[in-house]
């Protein structure tokens, strides 16, 4: 199984949140499962979770209202702190360049990192970022770098093949980078830049594209609940993925599976004192404790963006005492249920959206450790939340 590593403005607005981050993976090739419910998660159910029927859009993480914010922030003051966190991601489209090695079968393994699988989770961090790049700019070559990569992967990709250790890890890698490509897609497809550019996507390629979602979704993805019945960070990422898929798809069938395995694990992972044996007795580190909640944070952003907000509060806010633990454990001030003490892992940039949300003692410490949070060389997580969310509220 894969480990990932990450390094870790004021304003209010009155909708919504959406948030995002890169993370460093290094791989296991164990992986435990954490005693839980298994059971199925099917989309042809059809019990929806959420009522609304019309989604926002852009709603991936991201919104018109709060892309428009940041852009005339970074305008208005350049070497502001917004500015400061723009330059991440104007650093990262700088200094990456798209792999242009889109193959039928990426190959992946626990433990390792073949270079299709690099690639394959690189590009799908490098076309957000041009997105992001784009939607502040409007230049269209930053929509058309982002435009090849997601259509370089879409007419190009079939199927994974797992070469060594975790027999399971396509699901996994599936889990991870859909919602990372489907975040930048959902910039290119709804978002109008403020000097009223359109990034042209053609209609037979977004098409395309979301059969790529969804061979994605219904070959991998959906088997780390059905098949594996995973209840850890697998299923966090599961249903974080199957959120943004739905919300791009406009399938609320889909995204409520989704939001409905994030809303059955956020009580049973996160105990009440915010500790999560599932993780920390299973891997021995605080980086799957972590995984888990970037995967509810990002979860409960898209939530909130339709109109959602009950991800940060469900279980008594099971979501803030999880932050407020992991700060605890950060300065040890509490022990571990199974021992484990701090490994000094990077801080992940979910914290910008649970410090949004939640402004307490314990998660303004957290986000102060590693601010801004840009892109480490991680190919897990999308990362810039500093410049996309910090006391952003669109």
Known sequence: MKRQVKKSLVLAFSMVVAGVLVTNCTKKSTLAEEPGSSGQW?????KAVVAADVFKHPGVLNTKESLDIIGNEVDASPTGARGI??????????????????????TVAGGSSPQSETNFKKDAILSYALALRWAKTGDAQYATKAKNILNGWAYAFQSFAVTGGESRQAALEASWAAPNFTAAAEILRRYTCRNGATSGWSSTDINKFTSFLNNLNQNYIDKVVNTYHMTNNWAVSAGYAKMAIGVFEESLNLYNTGLGIIKERLPNLIQADGSM???????????HFQYSLTGFSYAANIAAIQNDASVYSDGSSRLRTGY???DKIIRHAVTDPCGVTWDNSQIQPGIDIANRRYNTVETNRIQAMGDPHGPTGDNCFLGFTTYTHHQVFP
């Open 85 to 106: 966190a723009y330059n991440q991601v104007k650093s990262y489209v700088d200094n990456v360049q798209p792999s242009n090695a889109y193959v039928a079968v990426v």
């Open 324 to 326: 407020i633990y992991l």
């Open 277 to 287: 044996p599932g993780e920390t007795c299973s891997h021995d580190d605080f980086v």
């Open 42 to 46: 099917a989309e042809k159910s059809g």
